[in-house]
């Protein structure tokens, strides 16, 4: 079975994605940077949950370091971006071009992102970010939109039948909203 090595930001985003694969014949690798989530409490709450889901439907998950360092790097100068902007197209890249790295290393020749799961992100932006680091790695990155084909009611449908956790903001410090 083909492997593809499948960057994910949450176990709820994962869920369909992952089924999709799996029924499409590939074996997806799971594998999880994420180092714009913030605080470290939400980063520990948010892979545990990811753990746990791994355990239950049996994939592979591949877990990266927590480096805070490298998102503030490339976030330096575009805190006040509203959300779908610069900012988070550098934060696409800068996950996906991790992830298309890992790939090379594991000899694995296409991965994709459970980002495009979310309505609240531009498709574009994120094929953009993955085409670019596909190229700087030299492997596949596949085109998945997993938001169509009801993907992301699917995926809140899997999320409440596992009782997951469902985080209230995107990731990063910028994106947290004042509670009303
Ligand atoms: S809002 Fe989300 S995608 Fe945008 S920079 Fe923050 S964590 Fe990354």
């Given at each position: 079975m083909q492997k593809v090595l499948l960057h994910a930001c949450c176990a709820v985003c994962c869920a369909y994605p992952v089924r999709l694969l799996r029924d499409e014949g590939y074996e997806p690798i799971v594998y999880f940077y994420n180092?714009?989530?913030?605080?470290k409490e939400e980063y520990e709450i948010r892979l545990s949950e990811l753990i746990e889901y791994s355990k239950k439907e049996k994939f592979e998950l591949i877990i990266e370091n927590y480096t805070p360092i490298d998102f503030e790097e490339i976030s330096k100068g575009l805190e006040s971006e509203p959300e779908k902007g610069t900012r988070c197209e550098k934060c696409y890249f800068l996950r996906l071009n991790k992830t298309a790295k890992k790939a090379k290393e594991l000899n694995i020749q296409n991965f994709t992102t459970t980002l495009s799961v979310s309505p609240h992100k531009i498709y574009q932006k994120i094929l953009k970010a993955g085409e670019f680091a596909a190229q700087n790695h030299n492997v596949k990155y596949f085109a998945y939109d997993f938001k169509k084909r009801d993907g992301f009611k699917i995926t809140q449908q899997i999320a409440r039948e596992n009782n997951m956790y469902k985080q209230t903001y995107c990731g990063c410090k910028y994106s947290i909203r004042p509670k009303i």
């Amino acid at each position: 079975m083909q492997k593809v090595l499948l960057h994910a930001c949450c176990a709820v985003c994962c869920a369909y994605p992952v089924r999709l694969l799996r029924d499409e014949g590939y074996e997806p690798i799971v594998y999880f940077y994420n180092p714009n989530i913030y605080p470290k409490e939400e980063y520990e709450i948010r892979l545990s949950e990811l753990i746990e889901y791994s355990k239950k439907e049996k994939f592979e998950l591949i877990i990266e370091n927590y480096t805070p360092i490298d998102f503030e790097e490339i976030s330096k100068g575009l805190e006040s971006e509203p959300e779908k902007g610069t900012r988070c197209e550098k934060c696409y890249f800068l996950r996906l071009n991790k992830t298309a790295k890992k790939a090379k290393e594991l000899n694995i020749q296409n991965f994709t992102t459970t980002l495009s799961v979310s309505p609240h992100k531009i498709y574009q932006k994120i094929l953009k970010a993955g085409e670019f680091a596909a190229q700087n790695h030299n492997v596949k990155y596949f085109a998945y939109d997993f938001k169509k084909r009801d993907g992301f009611k699917i995926t809140q449908q899997i999320a409440r039948e596992n009782n997951m956790y469902k985080q209230t903001y995107c990731g990063c410090k910028y994106s947290i909203r004042p509670k009303i």
